[in-house]
């Protein structure tokens, strides 16, 4: 595999395509990036990670490529939200979180914030990349420091300024919820979710609780939780929740089996939210690929709804001009919530259980009252890249009375919409050839039947 350099941020394998040598080469980039962007100010920035064996290895390297003059602030292993929240509270410049999020144990990688927290805007991104691929090709490879950096560890504190970030978003301090729930960190980062659900008041259980002990795949969906439907049905539990290994994702399996989608859970938080908010919060802002569960939810409370391409970069950004109080991307982790600047499996999931003891009703009981739309993905090798059958699929699809949707660029997403329902492509950015297809309706055999048509007309 190719070292992946993306908006969600660079990741490879350690050592074999994510080197030291690039590590530095970027770390040295960022640091002309934040000097430029504050030409007068001494620089601080955060630094943390998640809990791959790697970690420490990659920031060793991060640090010989900064500026010596910066100042760095070490909060350890922590979820993405605490990373990010830590720059604000911390009032830094800059951040860097070490993490290859979903992906397995020997990756890793590392994203670069801004000084709100958020990653930063595409842009920004893309010119340290094309500059970072440039440098790899020439002869001219950042400098040693020396490791003359101040260094600050300031992991305590970054766990108690998320709990202060948290109560003020929830506007308690106590959730008094009677839901016998199950978490599963598996060894991430999201083990520090037990004593923010402890100082909230929650009596969880908790299993695979050791930082770097990762007992199932990283990436937690039914595939890797539906095994443990049995354990929840012994034990009594509502729910299992998930997280990944930054713990920026939570997928919540229910006793019966099945998933809690992000779409629903952006959902039943947005109107939650939405119910209660100012007329200028009422916004919401998610990437195309969401289902309509939540724009019929925006409609139902008079708010804006604004769909951009993938990437929480994109979502961020229109959230901010927006002024929106909610927004997320449905497949891949669900929330977040203004004002955090990333997805927060931790925040989701102290929401919801906040609602269900509001409604005082069990989670099922509440995804049943949300509208009834069948979101169906299918991932799939394609023979050629998308960027060569674009134009026919858009043409095939316009012609069949579809309304044709475009984000971002050439290789953003296609979406094509009729009567309400709808089918989304996408390239992975990450996987070579490999075809993202997201379809939405009221009705299940829809979703299907556009699913299976969208494979045959790539597929052949």
Known sequence: MTIVESLSGVRGIYGLELTDEKIEIYAKLYSDFLKEKNPEEKIKIVVGRDARPSGESVLRSLIKGLDSEFEII???????????????????????????????????????????????????????????????????NPKNN??????????????????????????????????????????????????????????????????GEFNRTVEPNIKTLGHLKEKIQQGGFEFLMGFDCDADRVEILLDDGSIVSGNHSIAIIADHLLSKAKEKEKSVVVNGATSHIVREIARKHGAKFKEVDVGEPN???????????????????????????????????????????EKDKSLKDII??????????????????FTSSRERIKLYYLKKGFEVQEFGDSNGGLKAIKNGSWIWFRQSRTEDLVMKCFADSKDKNTSQTLIDEAKQLLMG
């Open 146 to 211: 020396n490791n003359n950096n101040k260094i600050m560890n300031m992991h305590p504190e970054a766990i108690e300024a998320y709990k202060k970030f948290a109560r003020a978003i929830l506007k308690t301090d106590r959730i008094n919820t009677t839901a016998k729930i199950l978490m599963d960190p598996n060894g991430g980062a999201g083990v520090f979710s037990k004593e923010i659900f402890e100082s909230f008041g929650i009596n969880a259980e908790y299993m695979n609780m050791i930082p």
């Open 74 to 140: 070490d909060v350890g292993i922590l979820p993405t939200p605490f990373i990010q929240n830590a720059v604000r509270e911390f009032h830094a410049q800059g951040g860097i979180i070490i993490t290859a999020s979903h992906n397995e144990p020997e990756f890793n990688g590392f994203k670069f914030l801004n000084k709100e927290g958020g990653q930063l805007m595409p842009p920004e991104i893309e010119a340290i990349i094309k500059k970072a691929n440039e440098r790899n090709s020439s002869s001219g």
């Open 315 to 357: 979502v961020v950004g229109e959230m901010s001009r927006s002024c929106s109080i909610i927004g997320g991307e449905g497949t891949s982790g669900g929330p977040i919530i203004s004002p955090s600047k990333c997805r927060d499996g931790i925040l989701t999931s102290l929401f919801l259980l906040k609602i269900i003891s």
């Open 368 to 385: 049943q009252e949300l509208p009834p739309y069948h979101n169906v993905k299918e991932f799939f090798k394609i023979k050629e890249d």
